[in-house]
Nanobody, 119 residues
Framework: QVQLVESGGGLVQPGGSLTLSCAASGFAFSNYRMSWYRQAPGAERELVAQITGTYVVTTYTESVKGRFTISRDNAKKTVYLQMNSLKPEDTAVYFC????????????WGQGTQVTVSS
């Protein structure tokens, strides 16, 4: 059974930090490109960060560059999103997703974890 389970969300003050985790099971994790998306109320889901499986190349959306870091541990089948200097506009539900390099769209999605940045 394929599963992606996110954890680590919560309420944090502006300027604070959170680390999200996404634990995978049921598929060959190291072969998949892993991504973090987010969706704020009333907004479309947007790609936040991505990390490839083989060469561990990372990409970020412009608004989080220098503040967020995506990483993966293939032995633990887990992808992380370290979020620093959080801003109220980072408030959203964060989802992880898995995609084979040959796929045109994500193969698997997690259920999401809420991140709220507020004083």
């Amino acid at each position: 059974q394929v599963q992606l389970v996110e954890s680590g969300g919560g309420l944090v003050q502006p300027g604070g930090s959170l680390t999200l985790s996404c634990a995978a099971s049921g598929f060959a994790f190291s072969n998949y490109r892993m991504s973090w998306y987010r969706q704020a109320p009333g907004a479309e889901r947007e790609l936040v960060a991505q990390i490839t499986g083989t060469y561990v190349v990372t990409t970020y959306t412009e608004s989080v560059k220098g503040r967020f870091t995506i990483s993966r541990d293939n032995a633990k089948k887990t992808v992380y999103l370290q979020m620093n200097s959080l801003k109220p506009e980072d408030t959203a539900v964060y989802f992880c997703a898995a995609r084979l390099p040959t796929s045109l769209q994500n193969n698997y999605w997690g259920q999401g974890t809420q991140v709220t940045v507020s004083s």
